[in-house]
Every structure is written in C-alpha cells, then in structure tokens.
C-alpha cells in the first residue's frame, strides 16, 4: 500500500529556517510529480510546491508566487524522500503541510490531480 509520511514540523521564530520531509513507500513514485500544500488556520489548503517529473531522474520545480525564493523542493531517489526547504519563514507560513503525489508526472498545483496524500506537519512560526 502506498503511503507518503511528512515529517520535520515544529515551532520556529520568524526568520528561521525548516526541513520537511516526506517519505514514500509502498511503489515507486520516481516518475510522479511530487507536490507539498499548506492549510492555514481557518483556510482552504493551497499549493505550494511542485517537483515536476521531466525524464529518467531529473525534474524541475514550480512554486506559488507567494514562496518563491524562500521555499525550496528536492528529491532524494535513493530515500525515497522528497524535502521543502524553507527559509526566512513568516508567521503567515504557519500551517499544516501536506505531501501529495499525482501520477500525471508533469504536476499541476490543483488538488484534485494528485492521487496519494500524507497526513501532515505542523509548522507554526511565532512573530
């Protein structure tokens, strides 16, 4: 069975910095497009990051405007684990982070395209 889990979370002061991972297992997600949402407080989820499957193992990334330049994702093949990298955080990234994995390799930040979901990480970043 297939199963995405999200670690990393935690409390942090504005300005720092997390690693989140998500660690698959169950098939291989090598040619999935890999995607990492967020759901704030009282907010419907919404994206954050692509890792868009090109050929073989390479990919290319995608971001909502909104964390360009302070969020990062990458692969690790060889763990099975995809990470978002976050730095200078604010307290508006507090949220619940999700890792989600569509089959459609070229990802789109919609939802609805991703077949699989972790369960989420906590990231509360204090002013």
């Known amino acids: 069975q297939a199963q995405l889990v999200e670690s990393g979370g935690g409390l942090v002061q504005a300005g720092g910095s997390l690693r989140l991972s998500c660690a698959t297992s169950?098939?291989?997600?090598?040619?999935?497009?890999m995607g990492w949402f967020r759901q704030a407080p009282g907010k419907e989820r919404e994206f954050v990051a692509i890792?868009?499957?090109?050929?073989?193992?390479?990919?290319?990334?995608y971001y909502a405007d909104s964390v360009k330049g302070r969020f990062t994702i990458f692969r690790d093949n060889a763990k099975n684990t995809v990470y978002l990298q976050i730095n200078s955080l604010k307290p508006d990234d507090t949220a619940v982070y999700y890792c989600?994995?569509?089959?459609?390799?070229?990802?789109?930040?919609?939802?609805?395209?991703?077949?699989?979901w972790g369960r989420g990480t906590q990231v509360t970043v204090s002013s």
């Open positions: 169950g098939r291989t997600f090598t040619t999935y497009a």
């Open positions: 890792s868009r499957w090109i050929s073989g193992w390479s990919y290319n990334a």
């Open positions: 989600a994995a569509s089959s459609g390799g070229a990802g789109v930040p919609q939802e609805g395209a991703y077949d699989y």
